[in-house]
């Protein structure tokens, strides 16, 4: 079974920044679509940013220019590099590892932006 693991949620103030990492277990990790995805409370869960082993990575509207996604597959670990972070940031952080059809989720990391 693929394991995926995210970390580095906090409590942070605007302005400020944080990283979130991702651990995944699976044996071919280079294979795998990595992204982020948020939920706040009574929200739906929204898209954040993906990336591949190769090419661009891709983000939401509203994180564009202050997030960041990045992997090591070496390390079969996926980042979230937030900049700037506003109180909407606020929200349950979500790893996802994909390779059609499946699709692996974490359990989450609570981030919260407050002063």
């Known amino acids: 079974q693929v394991q995926v693991v995210e970390s580095g949620g906090g409590l942070v103030q605007p302005g400020g920044s944080l990283t979130l990492s991702c651990g995944v277990t699976?044996?071919?990790?280079?294979?795998?679509?990595m992204s982020w995805y948020r939920q706040a409370p009574v929200n739906p869960r929204e898209f954040v940013a993906a990336?591949?082993?190769?090419?661009?990575?891709t983000y939401a509207e509203s994180v564009k220019g202050r997030f960041t996604i990045s992997r090591d597959n070496a390390k079969k670990t996926v980042y979230l590099q937030m900049n700037n972070l506003k109180s909407d940031d606020t929200a349950v952080y979500y790893c996802?590892?994909?390779?059609?059809?499946?699709?692996?989720w974490g359990q989450g990391t609570q981030v919260t932006v407050s002063s």
């Open positions: 996802n590892a994909a390779w059609s059809p499946r699709a692996y």
């Open positions: 990336i591949t082993t190769g090419g661009p990575a």
């Open positions: 699976a044996s071919f990790f280079s294979v795998y679509v």
